[in-house]
């Protein structure tokens, strides 16, 4: 089995161990311009893969990619899974009023969430491009979520919409809140607009679900910066990596 999260950034991928372990036996990620070079990386490894799940939010033409890539490694016969948004799938109901307009990756982000925490009250933040913000129920309802620009999407538009303010090349974590030059005092904005939305998140969440122990499932790559301004009370925080990856292998193997 093969899994691919193809983002707008990176494309994502991941053999599973069939001793449902979870463990990954390989992984790898690439940019999306390179998608390409991921037929000779597979090919390479040897891979004997029968059954793809793919999650594209990238659009038709990687799509179309992907699909060129995937016939060129492991031939024509290879049977492939576009992951998409559907009413209910591996014990999660998804509560979008129009179930397939819900982003594939959402859903198996959520998925992925559940499955390592099931029968919780959960909020997961994945924060990449998009930072999205979803609520999954204890009963496992996929409740709905939030989406916002992603913290390094929010601090690059920033700088380029306002001409006195300077591009920003990297974001990494700050020593103060209250930065004493402009490159800095835009990350910190951006972080503490990205931290307050999930702190949001979880207040709204406590007050709809009150007496109810709540878990926050952090993912997605800026998701380490944002760790440490956090105030999240008793709330646990887990991050995880490759949720999206967890989800689709949870989708497959699901017997429930």
Known sequence: MLLI???NTRIKWAVPAEDGTGRWLH????????????????QQLGLAVARVC??????QALRETLG???TQAFGADVAVEWFASVPERAGLRNGYANPGQLGCDRFA?????RSLFPGQEL???????????????????FVGGMILPGLGTMAT???????QLPQIEAISPLAQPFADNTVDAIVSGCIAAQAGAIEHALDERRRLAPGRALRCVLAGGAGKVLVPHLRLGDT????????????????????G
């Open 5 to 7: 999260d193809a983002g």
């Open 27 to 42: 992984q790898g990620a690439v940019a999306r311009g390179e998608t390409a070079s991921l037929a000779t990386v597979w």
């Open 54 to 59: 793919v999650s594209n939010v990238a659009g």
């Open 68 to 70: 060129s890539v995937l």
């Open 109 to 113: 982000a959520a998925i992925g969430a």
């Open 123 to 141: 909020v997961v933040a994945t924060c990449g491009t998009a930072t999205t913000i979803d609520a999954v129920s204890a009963e496992g309802v």
């Open 157 to 163: 538009s920033l700088a380029l919409s306002t001409a």
């Open 236 to 255: 646990v925080l887990e991050k995880v990596d490759n949720l999206v990856l967890i989800g689709l292998y949870a989708a497959m193997v699901y017997s």
